[in-house]
């Protein structure tokens, strides 16, 4: 830049002004680098670089006489040389003869010497002829440039996968996947089987292969990687889908997604015709849906010879996959791991513990110590060390915290997935040097989540693992040695990038004697969910299909059992209209059957947000429990009314501050210790719902604003908002992962205790490091994307403005959806402390509440306090105030919890949502569920109740058969149910009655839960005393006698007087006086009678006709179902009356 | 294929290194651009690294005396007015400049075969 060349006066290559004028000439609209685009910002930094490097060798070079003297010399000795042809190179050397690409600019076009013209014109002096030449010059150096930086990348990632152990297997790959339906490709850690095998397929000539994957983060980084391998960074060639997000397109060629989802496809296409080649990757991971979509897939490739399948594991039980599918080809493909050492370090008997006990952290630390004395602190090198859970991982953490302060060498990083997204980022940072990382992890690093440069790996040989008691309808969550393979596995870790030492706390006979593999999930958990797909699929009977490794058969059958109870499938087994729609749901049956339930009334936005945030993992972190600002910021969030409800309450706290604030949400939730991501993923899920809802014509669908000039500027504003984001997130994309910082000394220490029960989720916080990116808040980003705030924000006003009989009925209609997972409180909670509150469900006694509920911390509301009970019975323990617990989860960790729960009124919420009702001969003793006891000792008010309880349900449930009947359009079940949808008046009107039985309830009872004994002689049994089989005694419903419990059953639900202290067998002499309060009838009744009156006896209010137009149900159909015909045997008549005109009818030929 | 991307014309593959990558177009004038002219026949792509549709990568060209095709990596080619691999760049050493002779020299020990 000095003035080694003539510049024109007034030319300054840094004036904005002067470059303004080259870009006229070099940077205009059309030109391949536009003015003010990023190259265009790239090249004038480059340019100075490039007039820099110029003036130096422009020095140097004269002085050592290369550069301009040199080329004779060149000249001569090319002319020396001997033979060959002449190849008319340049006699003197330029770099710019290296260049091959040439540009045409403005001066070019316009002619030479065109500028110069102009500078002599006058009045401006522009660029003369050898700025422009200087400038083009640069702009052809930063065009080779930028092409060698881009070439050299290719070449870089050319080099990478020729290097894989598997490049040497490609066209072996291929072979095998031409010639046979089934291969199996089993490799170890960074063999490259993921990336690579897809790519190779798509390289010769296969098309649509979907490459299914156990976590959804790793849809999206293999997506992202491949897609860069293939040269396709920008293109759409390779896609993911998963739960909530796509970038699949009509031209996506290779789709990595989930196993759940790939499912869900076979659900909607049976063929999967979409796809050519399926590769199900890390099989050997035994996840559910991965044996589930195993199974189905063998009984595809039978009907599709076309589809290529391709599984993919780690070298463990190799034989099982291959053997399952006709001895499929196997390719074995070897890893490359760096030699690890295995020390066995057995914890000494006086430092081993028992269950109840806190870890001993000794061993741990001379693992460190050892650490600190054989490898010099300027070797890098991590450690990461494997524990069964969250109390254990604090415990340790404690003891290595202190060790680590004191040696500065050290620092210490939890790793679980209910830590905060930030806090589980932290493991990927780096570092000072001299220091090294101990992360102290459950399981989840030993698949999920991949650390690079651990050095060191301890090992303690346990894991907590989930497991499912189906007797007490109890997940379990216990400690248990690990398999040999993830013995393997979790030695591996230290490998990846070079030798490594793995540490076993456990003797080398002790691994001998683990199992070979760990248990596969099926085997495992509840299959509810999965026994509900397998019908919907039509794979006919679940205990005979074929499995790769079949689940116990008492698993399936408790499961069919519970999906009968739950009214999803019926008594021969095949799927009801709601089943048929819960199997569409990706979600636990409970949490389906609330949206439905909701959906009936006008209570769809609060029930979408519970039944979002019950499914999404708790945003609210455990370490922010104990932190005393946290809890009082949370504090207004809270309800009383139930878990459910505070998740309502933050959910729609936090919308309302992203409509106020947008990104100032992040600071929000992290004074309430929330973890945001989570808060995300319910709104998604939210609205995954509502869609499924609307296409079942369960809601309906939203009518487009009349279009109106505002609506138009608001929508345009919305678009140009969207084209904003679009760009955020396209910027954001291009940056290229997350830089890692450099973690400081202290990092570990700010960390937060976390104690109570251990839970590692399985499927959740699953993630690597790719997925987080820092800055810009992307995820606000793409909420706001993917959301329409202003809705949301309304949706919230909705249901944060529920009023108190709305909130009676949302309990209601959580209640039934959660039944039967319902909780009694133990009788003498009242005397007992806060944290030693007792509660019992049906098939386990003695739970608690899991700490982080909000009866954990205020169990108070849940105790019949003295002055409320009744006046009469307190020392029976009579109140009409007693309450149940619906809960979501029972998990036992080192105690039994019940989680996520809502209280609800006892007696009215039983008799409303109860599959076995059974009462004595004047209603004063019901027995529920065979496990609850209610006592009244009104009969008069506990038959009103009872009464009124049989109406409603049965309306609740013919409005809802109508509403499922008539969701025809998106339901493949074609029962030929297609009534009429339920009207807005019936539906109002049935809200009103539940909420009135609800919250007007003024019966005094005890409540129990019965003895074994008392269990055991519930019933009389069987009867032969003809006088019980009255005559039918409800419309459309058949009282018969009980086989099984004797008395009579009026409905599917209800047996009346079955229980065993019946004073009376003949209830005719239990008639009492009583007079209709609807209509003029005055006579003795049974109280069967009195009920069955009841029913059909409407209220002269009810009786008026309908005028409603918007009601569509015709008023005589409600009519004539009263009537029926009725033959009467006496008189021999056929006769067309209603249930009361029948029983006056008889009474007439009684003497 | 995503409109701008271009369809896929082949595969190229160097001749030498083996490095190969699909290519959609072959010639001097790389599409979609203007102002641009490349001086030699070139096999291209849409420059993978770059959001922008138009930008482009030359991945290699034919030897000008050998008719090889290479890619334009420094371990298989060079331009110096044309295109020459480096086996031909050797056999006739003595026609090119100094620097690149030195150039050359330095390489030689670190070729790969």
């Known amino acids: ?382 450690l990461l060390l494997f524990l069964s859970g969250v109390a254990e991982i604090s415990t340790i953490m404690e003891a290595c915290q202190t060790y680590a302060t004191h040696t500065n060498r050290w620092i210490v990083l939890p790793l679980h997935s209910t830590l905060s997204l930030t806090q589980q980022d932290k493991v990927f940072d780096i570092a000072p040097p001299g220091v090294r990382k101990c992360i102290i992890s459950t399981n989840i690093a030993e698949t999920s989540v991949t650390i690079d440069g651990v050095r060191f790996v301890v090992d303690s040989g346990k894991v907590k693992e989930m497991s499912f008691d189906p007797k007490a309808k109890m997940q379990r969550l216990q400690e248990f040695w690990i398999s040999r393979a993830s013995s393997e596995q979790r030695k591996g870790r230290a490998g990846r990038t070079g030798p490594g030492v793995c540490y076993r706390l456990y003797a080398e006979s002790d691994y001998e004697a683990f199992a070979p593999y760990p248990v596969p999930e099926i085997h495992r958990v509840a299959l509810d969910s999965l026994v509900l797909q397998m019908k919907s699929m039509g794979l006919g009977d679940p205990l005979s299909f074929a499995f790769i490794d079949p689940p116990p058969t008492s698993s399936i059958q408790t499961a069919v059992t519970y999906l009968k109870e739950q009214g999803a499938l019926e008594a021969r087994g095949e799927l009801t209209p709601i089943g048929t729609l819960l199997s569409q749901l990706p979600v636990d049956v409970v949490i389906g059957k609330m949206l439905v339930l909701g959906s009936l009334f006008s209570l769809v936005e609060p029930v979408l947000t519970i039944a979002a945030a019950l499914s999404v993992q708790s945003p609210f972190l455990r370490s922010a429990q104990h932190n005393p600002d946290c809890s009082t910021a949370r504090q207004p969030l809270n309800s009383d009314l139930g878990d459910p409800f505070t998740l309502l309450n933050t959910f729609n706290a936090w919308v309302q501050v992203k409509g106020e604030r947008g990104g100032g949400s992040r600071k929000w939730c992290k004074r309430r210790g929330l973890e945001e991501q989570r808060l995300y993923e319910m709104a998604n899920l939210r609205r995954q719902f509502k869609e499924l809802l609307r296409s079942h014509g369960l809601l309906e669908t939203e009518e487009p604003p009349a279009p109106s000039a505002q609506g138009r500027t608001e929508r345009r504003e919305r678009l140009t908002e969207r084209s904003r984001l679009y760009q955020l997130k396209r910027e954001h994309e291009l940056q290229d992962g997350g830089r890692r910082k450099v973690l400081r000394l202290d990092e570990g220490q700010e960390e937060e205790s976390c104690s109570g029960s251990d839970n590692e989720g399985s499927g959740s916080g699953k993630k690597d490091k790719n997925s987080m990116g820092r800055d810009v808040d992307i995820q ?117 919890y019940v989680s996520s729960c809502v209280r609800v009124p006892a007696l009215q919420a039983l008799i409303l949502v109860a599959n076995s009702v059974d009462s004595n001969a004047d209603c004063t003793r019901l027995v529920v569920d065979g496990w609850l006891e209610l006592c009244v000792s009104d009969g008069e008010a506990a038959l009103r109740a009872l009464s009124s309880a049989l109406k409603l349900r049965a309306e609740w449930e013919r409005l809802l058969q109508a509403q499922l009947g008539h969701t025809g359009s998106g339901s493949t079940a074609g029962l030929g149910f297609s009534g009429p949808k339920p009207g807005r008046r019936e539906l109002e009107k049935l809200a009103e009655g539940l909420v009135r039985f609800l919250v007007y309830n003024e019966v005094t009872y005890s409540l129990r839960r019965l003895t074994a004994l008392q269990t055991q002689n519930l019933y009389i049994g069987p009867q032969l005393n003809p006088e019980l089989s009255l005559p039918p005694l409800f419309p459309g419903m058949k009282a018969e006698p009980d086989p099984v419990k004797g008395g009579l059953r009026v409905t599917s639900y209800f047996t009346y007087n079955c229980l065993c202290d019946s004073k009376d067998l003949y209830s005719e002499c239990l008639r009492t006086f009583w007079s209709c309060p609807h209509c003029d009838l005055h006579m003795p009744l049974t109280p069967l009678e009195r009920m069955q009156h009841e029913a059909t006896c409407r209220s002269a209010e009810e009786q008026q006709p309908e005028d409603d137009p918007t009601d569509d149900s015709p008023q005589a159909a409600s009519t004539s179902a009263l009537t029926r015909l009725y033959h009467c045997d006496l008189c021999n008549k056929d006769l067309t009356l209603t249930s009361t005109q029948i029983l006056k009818h008889k009474r007439q030929h009684q003497p | 294929m995503d409109s701008g991307e271009g369809a896929v014309r082949g595969v190229f593959t160097c001749e030498l290194c083996e490095l190969s990558s699909p290519y959609t177009f072959y010639g001097q004038k790389p599409p979609n651009t203007r102002g641009i002219v490349l001086l030699e026949e070139c096999y291209g792509m849409r420059d993978p690294f770059s959001p922008e549709k138009e930008k482009f990568l030359v991945l290699g060209s034919k030897c000008c005396l050998c008719n090889k095709i290479v890619c334009v990596g420094t371990e298989c080619s060079l331009f110096y007015t044309k295109r020459f691999c480096l086996p031909c760049v050797r056999e006739h050493l003595h026609q090119f400049p100094e620097q690149i002779q030195t150039e050359l020299a330095k390489k030689k020990p670190t070729q790969k075969s």
């Open chain 1, 1 to 382: 830049m000095s003035g080694r060349r003539a510049e024109p006066r007034d030319w300054d290559w840094n004036s904005p002004r002067c470059r303004a004028e080259l870009d006229h000439i070099f940077f205009r609209q059309h030109d391949y680098i536009r003015a003010n685009s990023p190259e265009h910002a790239e090249f004038w930094t480059f340019f100075e670089r490039f007039q820099r490097f110029r003036a130096k060798r422009e020095l140097s070079g004269s002085s050592s006489s290369r550069g301009r003297a040199e080329p004779q010399d060149g000249k001569a000795r090319n002319r020396s040389g001997t033979g060959g042809p002449d190849l008319g190179l340049p006699k003197e050397y330029d770099a710019r003869y290296r260049i091959s690409v040439s540009v045409c600019s403005r001066d070019v076009e316009d002619g030479f010497g065109s500028s110069g013209h102009r500078r002599s014109g006058g009045e401006s002096s522009g660029p003369g002829r050898e700025q422009v030449s200087e400038c083009r010059l640069a702009l052809l150096h930063f065009l080779d440039f930028a092409q060698k930086q881009s070439f050299s990348k290719v070449l870089k990632l050319r080099r990478e996968q020729r290097n894989l152990p598997i490049f040497q297997y490609r066209e072996r790959l291929v072979e095998l996947v031409r010639r046979n339906p089934v291969v199996v490709v089993a490799g170890d850690t960074g063999c490259g089987k993921s990336t690579q095998a897809p790519q190779y397929l798509l390289g010769s000539g296969f098309s649509n292969i979907a490459c299914t994957q156990p976590r959804r983060i790793a849809c999206i980084s293999l997506a992202k990687r491949v897609s860069f391998e293939t040269l396709n960074q920008f293109g759409s060639k390779v896609g993911y889908q998963i739960r909530f997000e796509t970038s699949r397109t009509p031209s996506t060629k290779l789709l990595f997604l989930t196993e759940g989802l790939l499912l869900r496809q076979i659900q909607q296409d049976a063929a999967l015709s979409q796809y050519q080649v399926l590769i199900v990757d890390e099989v050997h991971e035994r996840h559910l849906h991965c044996d589930f979509l195993l199974g189905v897939l063998r009984s595809l490739i039978a009907r599709r010879p076309d589809l290529r399948l391709v599984l993919m594991s780690a070298t463990i039980n190799i034989k099982l996959f291959s053997g399952y599918f006709n001895h499929a080809p196997v390719l074995q493909v070897p890893g490359r791991l760096f030699p690890i050492q295995v020390i066995y370090q057995p914890i000494p008997p006086e430092e081993q513990v028992s269950k109840s006990e806190k870890l001993d952290p000794r061993p741990y630390l001379r693992v460190l110590q050892g650490i600190d004395q054989r490898y010099p602190a300027e070797e890098r090198g991590d």
């Open chain 1, 780 to 896: 606000e980003v793409k909420f706001k994307l993917r959301h329409n705030v202003t809705k949301l924000q309304e949706a919230a006003y909705v249901s944060a403005d529920l009023s108190s009989r709305q909130l009676a009925l949302l309990r209601l209609v959580l209640c039934r959806g959660l039944y039967p997972q319902l909780a009694l409180p133990d009788e003498h909670n009242s005397t007992r402390k806060d944290s030693e509150q007792v509660f019992h469900t049906r098939n386990k006694q003695g739970v608690m509440i899991h700490p982080t509920s909000v009866f954990a911390i205020d169990p108070e509301v849940l105790h019949v306090s003295e002055n409320e009970t009744g006046e009469f019975g307190a020392d029976r323990g009579e109140s009409n105030r007693h309450q149940l617990l619906a809960f979501v989860t029972l998990l036992e960790t080192n105690k039994p």
